[in-house]
């Protein structure tokens, strides 16, 4: 278990700089967005698995919905932009033309 917290703790700066690669002129929006939407919808979906699992009297279930989550969610980053390479002009980094 502590394995994993520590596999999804490092991937949370990975995502943060994402969201705000798609959002440059709102990185502490993006920041929040990422961060919130990643916890609120995964809390959520943690508790009904769980809940679902509990109420069968079975916990094994749950390590394969995780397992699919996890999946599902590699499957989906293929959809995601292209980054753009920052661009050092001045004094702060700017986004690249496409």
Do not use: H, N, Y
Request: glycine share 10%; with cysteine; charged share 10%.
């Amino acid at each position: 278990a502590r394995l994993s917290c520590q596999i999804l703790g490092i991937s949370l700066p990975v995502l943060i700089s994402r969201g705000q690669e798609l959002m440059p002129d709102s990185q502490r929006i993006a920041s929040s967005i990422t961060m919130g939407v990643s916890w609120g919808v995964g809390g959520g979906v943690v508790s009904i698995i769980l809940v679902a699992c509990q109420s069968a009297g079975q916990f094994e279930p749950a390590f394969t919905a995780f397992a699919v989550a996890t999946l599902a969610s590699s499957v989906l980053c293929f959809w995601l932009p292209e980054a753009k390479v920052a661009e050092v002009t001045g004094e702060r980094p700017v986004l690249a033309g496409p």
